[in-house]
């Protein structure tokens, strides 16, 4: 259950069955991108469990990754999966995706002191399953047509059943889950947010998990806006018919290539903006099968590789969707976040990798030219004995989150035992470290830095109970 934060992904030594049988994809090269050295600065606390307990917060935020919208200023709108405790103003003990703010450094409360849930597992329209025991988002990009300005969300449902083992959970103490991600829509400024259904669904039908011992996530999609090569486009853009929105998420194939056969992989799928705008505005005439059919994910073997649907239009999920390609199949990688970078020319992620054991995550980062080739990784986090970071987030400081500059944040949670929010903290990484270090991008053409040093969090201050 996401309310104990598992994000589901399918244990290295563990197959599943998927939908439909092919041979191993090939995985897209790490060729063609130049690289560019990365040092990570320091971590500070953004927010502690104290100070979000304080603001009506049972767990959270966020459980997963985020969104941000610039309010003018040093001032912005943050948006994560949440629950409200009992003494949440508008919603008592509701999980949901929920908004925040804060400067960029740390939170300063609540928009108008309202504990409030933007939307709650079961919005999706009548009939789709995909968020009816759960939904948290998730990432936003601004839009404008015309008069109507608004925010398109990608945000995290799932599905739960009771599993075979005897307390009815499925690992990590959560209950057992099948993940898909649907889009919500805000005419408002992100005061208010409806769904408009689902627009992503995994490769393996929900009928090959529900009822035994493995979830499956999806995460919660990173959007990107660029055009058809990949080429990065400002947000909101003014040419809709020639412009891409990009989803980011990771996905599951019992024949993929490598650790893509026995885990999740990251991929991508896009929409053109102008098809999805003309899908969910105006609101009260969005058509939840419209919206399912907008999206198609990136799939090499195909003849046209953005032809495989993103979802199979069954609003039970219980039909297999469309098959992807790996962006890159050096590991398991889930949770994928993705901007711009204008110092760097290049788009930066960042990712889960899977390593097993007590801390089973690292953080990696990767670069890309084109939002398909993707580098080796350029800088991995692993974390201190006795410390589990989940959720990364990179949310650009150049007034655009979608843009990064001199010092990008990476937002995180950490925990001393996930999924133990009562010992939990979200952080963020310092701005004067990453400063000094984001300056020293150095382009070395047909060379990839592959690691660089690590954040160091031996001084960051514990959270108190």
């Given at each position: 259950?996401?309310?104990?934060?598992?994000?589901?992904?399918?244990?290295?030594?563990?197959?599943?069955?998927?939908?439909?049988?092919?041979?191993?994809?090939?995985?897209?090269?790490?060729?063609?991108?130049?690289?560019?050295?990365?040092?990570?600065?320091?971590?500070?606390?953004?927010?502690?469990?104290?100070?979000?307990?304080?603001?009506?917060?049972?767990?959270?935020?966020?459980?997963?990754?985020?969104?941000?919208?610039?309010?003018?200023?040093?001032?912005?709108?943050?948006f994560?999966?949440?629950?409200?405790?009992a003494?949440?103003?508008?919603?008592?003990?509701?999980?949901?995706?929920f908004?925040?703010?804060?400067?960029?450094?740390?939170?300063?409360?609540?928009?108008?002191?309202?504990?409030?849930?933007?939307?709650?597992?079961?919005?999706?329209?009548?009939?789709?399953?995909?968020?009816?025991?759960?939904?948290?988002?998730?990432?936003?990009?601004?839009?404008?047509?015309?008069?109507t300005?608004?925010?398109?969300?990608?945000?995290?449902?799932?599905?739960?059943?009771?599993?075979?083992?005897?307390?009815?959970?499925?690992?990590?103490?959560?209950?057992?889950?099948?993940?898909?991600?649907?889009?919500?829509?805000?005419?408002?400024?992100?005061?208010?947010?409806?769904?408009?259904?689902?627009?992503?669904?995994?490769?393996?039908?929900?009928?090959?998990?529900?009822?035994?011992?493995?979830?499956?996530g999806?995460?919660?999609?990173?959007?990107?806006?660029?055009?058809?090569?990949?080429?990065?486009?400002?947000?909101?853009?003014?040419?809709?018919?020639?412009?891409?929105?990009?989803?980011?998420?990771?996905?599951?194939?019992?024949?993929?290539?490598?650790?893509?056969?026995?885990?999740?992989?990251?991929?991508?799928?896009?929409?053109?903006?102008?098809?999805?705008?003309?899908?969910?505005?105006?609101?009260?005439?969005?058509?939840?099968?419209?919206?399912?059919?907008?999206?198609?994910?990136?799939?090499?073997?195909?003849?046209?590789?953005?032809?495989?649907?993103?979802?199979?239009?069954?609003?039970?999920?219980?039909?297999?969707?469309?098959?992807?390609?790996?962006?890159?199949?050096d590991?398991?990688?889930?949770?994928?976040?993705?901007?711009?970078?204008n110092?760097?020319?290049?788009?930066l992620?960042?990712?889960?990798?899977?390593?097993?054991?007590?801390?089973?995550?690292?953080?990696q980062?990767?670069?890309?030219?084109?939002?398909?080739?993707?580098?080796?990784?350029?800088?991995?986090?692993?974390?201190?004995?006795?410390?589990?970071?989940?959720?990364?987030?990179?949310?650009?400081?150049?007034?655009?989150?979608l843009?990064?500059?001199?010092?990008p944040?990476?937002?995180?949670?950490?925990?001393?035992?996930?999924?133990?929010?009562?010992?939990?903290?979200?952080?963020?990484?310092?701005?004067?470290?990453?400063?000094?270090?984001?300056?020293?991008?150095a382009?070395?053409?047909?060379?990839?830095?592959?690691?660089?040093?690590?954040?160091?969090?031996?001084?960051?201050?514990?959270?108190?109970?």
């Amino acid at each position: 259950m996401r309310e104990c934060g598992s994000w589901g992904i399918v244990s290295a030594s563990v197959l599943v069955a998927c939908g439909g049988c092919r041979s191993a994809p090939p995985a897209i090269a790490d060729s063609g991108v130049s690289g560019f050295t990365l040092t990570l600065g320091t971590p500070t606390l953004f927010a502690t469990h104290a100070e979000l307990v304080a603001n009506g917060f049972t767990w959270g935020p966020s459980d997963g990754t985020m969104g941000a919208a610039s309010m003018g200023g040093d001032n912005y709108d943050f948006f994560g999966a949440a629950r409200g405790s009992a003494t949440c103003t508008d919603s008592p003990s509701t999980q949901g995706a929920f908004r925040f703010t804060g400067t960029l450094d740390h939170l300063t409360g609540l928009p108008a002191g309202q504990c409030k849930a933007l939307f709650t597992n079961g919005s999706a329209p009548t009939g789709w399953v995909f968020d009816k025991d759960y939904a948290g988002g998730g990432s936003v990009v601004p839009f404008k047509r015309g008069a109507t300005t608004g925010l398109l969300m990608t945000y995290h449902g799932e599905v739960h059943w009771k599993g075979p083992a005897s307390n009815g959970l499925c690992g990590a103490g959560v209950p057992c889950f099948y993940g898909g991600i649907g889009m919500a829509v805000s005419l408002d400024d992100g005061a208010t947010f409806k769904s408009v259904g689902q627009i992503i669904q995994a490769y393996p039908p929900l009928s090959d998990y529900q009822g035994g011992s493995v979830n499956l996530g999806m995460g919660y999609g990173s959007i990107v806006v660029a055009d058809a090569n990949g080429k990065w486009i400002a947000a909101p853009p003014a040419d809709l018919g020639n412009t891409y929105l990009y989803v980011f998420f990771e996905d599951y194939d019992k024949n993929g290539p490598g650790p893509c056969g026995k885990g999740a992989c990251v991929t991508v799928a896009r929409a053109r903006f102008d098809q999805v705008l003309d899908a969910v505005v105006p609101l009260a005439s969005s058509n939840p099968t419209t919206v399912a059919g907008l999206f198609h994910k990136y799939d090499a073997t195909a003849g046209d590789p953005w032809s495989s649907p993103a979802t199979s239009g069954d609003p039970t999920e219980n039909t297999a969707s469309g098959h992807f390609t790996p962006l890159f199949s050096d590991e398991t990688d889930y949770l994928p976040s993705v901007i711009w970078d204008n110092l760097a020319s290049a788009y930066l992620m960042v990712h889960h990798q899977y390593v097993g054991g007590a801390q089973p995550t690292n953080f990696q980062f990767r670069s890309s030219t084109d939002l398909l080739h993707w580098s080796v990784p350029i800088a991995t986090f692993a974390p201190p004995a006795g410390k589990q970071p989940f959720y990364p987030t990179l949310v650009g400081e150049t007034g655009d989150p979608l843009v990064g500059g001199a010092a990008p944040r990476v937002y995180f949670s950490t925990f001393d035992l996930f999924p133990d929010w009562s010992n939990s903290e979200l952080d963020v990484a310092d701005r004067d470290a990453l400063m000094a270090t984001m300056r020293c991008f150095a382009w070395i053409p047909g060379k990839i830095a592959t690691i660089a040093s690590p954040w160091n969090l031996t001084n960051r201050s514990r959270m108190a109970n």
